[in-house]
C-alpha cells in the first residue's frame, strides 16, 4: 500500500498540471492510508475514539465537510477515498485547453499515461480487499481452548513422569518449558491480527506518516501546504 500510494503521489506531481486538483488528490491520498488503518483496527475516521479523522481536519488535509461526507458514505471509507481520487483525475480531464494535465490527450501515445494512473488505483483498491480478509479469516473460537486444554494435561503428566527420573528438578523443568510454551501461544494469538496496537503488529502509524510525509512534500514544494 505504501509503494502504490507513493507511485501516485509522484504521478501526481508530475503529470496532474492543475495545482488546486493536484493538492486535493494529494490528500486523498493520505486519507486513504488513515481511513485503511481505521478501518483494519474496527473503526473509522468518525469515531468518537479514533484520533486521525480530527487530526486530518487540522493539518488541513480535510475540510470538515469532506470528514462528514466521508462518515456519511454506506461503503468503507477508503474506497470513498479512490473515488475522490478517481473524481479528481476525471476533473484534470475535463480542465479547458488541456491545463488539468501535462501530456496531450489528443496524442494517442500519451493518452496512454493515464492507464498508469488507473492501474494504480485498481491495485490500491484490491489492497483494501487483501488485507480484509487477512483480518477477518483469523483462527476458529475453539482453537485457543484446545490448545490451553493440551497445555494442562501434557505439563500435568508430564510432571509426574519426569520426577521419576529428574527428581527435584521438575519444577525448575517443568516451569521453564510451560513458560515457553505459554508465550508461544499468546505471541501466535497476536499474530492472527497483525494491525491491532500489540507491540508484534504492523507498526501502521509510522506507514500513515511515510505516506502522509512523502505526499506532504509533493504539496510544499508547490507552496500548497498549509
Known sequence: MISKCLDLAIMNRRWVAHPALGDKL???????????KALLRGSSLGATDDVDGPG???RG??????????????????YFAIEMIRAVLVEAHKVPGGRGITFDETNKTHGQVFRCFDGVIKEMTALVGDNIRTRSSGLPSSYDL?????FYIFFGLASFVWSAGVGWMTP??????SFLTVLL????????????LDKVDIPMEEFC???????IDERSRSGRYR
Open 26 to 36: 494529494s490528500r486523498w491520498i493520505i486519507v486513504y492510508a488513515y481511513a485503511s
Open 56 to 58: 486530518l481536519v487540522d
Open 61 to 78: 488535509i480535510l475540510s470538515c465537510e469532506e470528514l462528514d461526507a466521508l462518515c456519511d458514505s454506506p461503503c468503507w471509507q477508503p
Open 146 to 150: 484446545i490448545t490451553i486444554m493440551s
Open 172 to 177: 525448575v523443568i517443568v516451569a521453564t518449558a
Open 185 to 196: 501461544i499468546v505471541m501466535g494469538s497476536n499474530l492472527v491480527d497483525p494491525f491491532g
Open 209 to 215: 506518516e511515510t505516506i502522509e510525509v512523502h505526499a
